[in-house]
């Protein structure tokens, strides 16, 4: 017979364990045709706290479904944005404890990205239920989603300078001076131009398209795609 181990502590199961509800919420931005920054918003109607206010798109968790499945369901059943379009990535996780006045939820964020040009006629215009926000109007949001969206902006601003994510919010074809726009919008800064172009034309990750584009009294400008579909690791800034 076996001898038990010595000072062997015993384990006690609770009979009742409460556990926090989970939920996802997404900070999904895109670039708009008049090039501002701009975050899909919804309504969110949880009266008495939140009575038809703005906040981000989200929800809880299916018990059979993970977070970011989760997020893609709220992105697509809440506002209206198709996640075969978007870039999406993990951001943070939320896990104040008075974050949520129904009760104790952690939520998991998440970063997306998408291009405007994706965007249906409807999907860009938006209703009363789902739209888009220029990032310096989107104040005021419901739960604590004011700090998920400073979060998210630090996050793709931060990312812009040291990677290709850009690649996921700028058109299939773009002339470098919409490229610098965007850099600029997203950055919240003017940036040098002539250093800009020579600077990314130097780390190949554009190649030239095989059309230009023709605009008024300006020459033709020259088109580019990203090489990679991927988001790489580069210095861009």
């Known amino acids: ?14 009979e ?51 977070a970011e499945e989760a ?15 978007t870039y999406m990535e993990q951001l943070y996780t939320m896990s104040r404890v008075d974050r949520d006045p129904r009760g104790r939820v952690v939520s998991v964020a998440y970063l997306a990205l998408v291009p405007w040009e994706r965007l ?11 739209w888009w926000e220029e990032i310096g109007k989107a104040t005021r949001l419901a739960y604590d989603h004011d700090e ?3 979060i998210a902006v630090r996050r793709l601003r931060a990312r812009a300078r040291y990677t290709t994510i850009l690649s996921r919010i700028m058109p299939l074809e773009f002339s470098l001076t919409e490229l610098e726009e965007a850099f600029e919008k997203v950055l919240g800064m003017s940036i040098d131009k002539r250093n800009f172009r ?8 554009l ?23 991927g988001v790489e690791e580069i210095e861009v800034l």
């Open 148 to 150: 998920i969206l400073s």
């Open 198 to 205: 020579r600077k990314i034309l130097s780390l190949e990750v």
């Open 71 to 85: 997020a893609g369901r709220h992105l697509f059943t809440k506002a209206n944005i198709r996640l075969a379009r």
């Open 16 to 66: 009742h364990i409460r556990f926090a509800v989970l939920a996802a919420d997404i900070a999904c931005f895109t670039v708009r045709d008049d090039g501002k920054l701009c975050v899909r918003l919804v309504r969110v109607d949880r009266p008495p706290h939140f009575p038809g206010i703005p906040g981000l798109p989200g929800g809880l968790l299916d018990p059979k479904e993970t």
């Open 207 to 229: 190649v030239k398209s095989d059309s230009v584009r023709s605009g008024g009294q300006h020459r033709p400008a020259q088109l580019w795609k990203f090489k990679n579909k």
């Open 120 to 130: 249906s006629a409807q999907e860009q215009a938006g209703d009363k239920q789902a």
């Open 1 to 14: 017979m076996k001898k038990e181990a010595k000072n062997k502590i015993p384990v006690k199961t609770p």
